[in-house]
Nanobody
Framework: QVQLVESGGGLVQPGGSLTLSCAAS????????ISWFRQAPGKEREGVSS????????YYADSVKGRFTISGHIATNTAYLQMNSLKPEDTAVYYC?????????????????????WGQGTQVTVSS
């Protein structure tokens, strides 16, 4: 049984930092891309960042470039999203998701239909 479990969300002031974790079981993240999505109230789910070990690449939405960093730890089968300089518009439920390895992942990572496993989400609230 595949499970992705997110943790690390919470309430933070603007300009603060949080690190989200996504612990995977039943599937190896060593050969699958893993991504973070977020969904704010009344908005569509959007891709935030992705890491593809096979491509040796990371990808970021323009809105988070330079502030967020995605990483993965093979030994613990865990992915992370380090979020710095948080803004109120970063407030959302954050989800991790993984997909089968796909060529030209740079073009597909933002397409949520490509993913076969999702976590339950963790709330991030940025507010003073």
């Amino acid at each position: 049984q595949v499970q992705l479990v997110e943790s690390g969300g919470g309430l933070v002031q603007p300009g603060g930092s949080l690190t989200l974790s996504c612990a995977a079981s039943g599937v190896s993240l060593a050969n699958r891309p893993i991504s973070w999505f977020r969904q704010a109230p009344g908005k569509e789910r959007e891709g935030v960042s992705s890491i593809s070990r096979s491509a040796g690449s990371t990808y970021y939405a323009d809105s988070v470039k330079g502030r967020f960093t995605i990483s993965g730890h093979i030994a613990t089968n865990t992915a992370y999203l380090q979020m710095n300089s948080l803004k109120p518009e970063d407030t959302a439920v954050y989800y991790c998701a993984t997909a089968p390895r796909t060529a030209t992942w740079a073009y597909y990572w933002v397409d949520s239909s490509r993913y076969d496993y999702w976590g339950q989400g963790t709330q991030v609230t940025v507010s003073s």
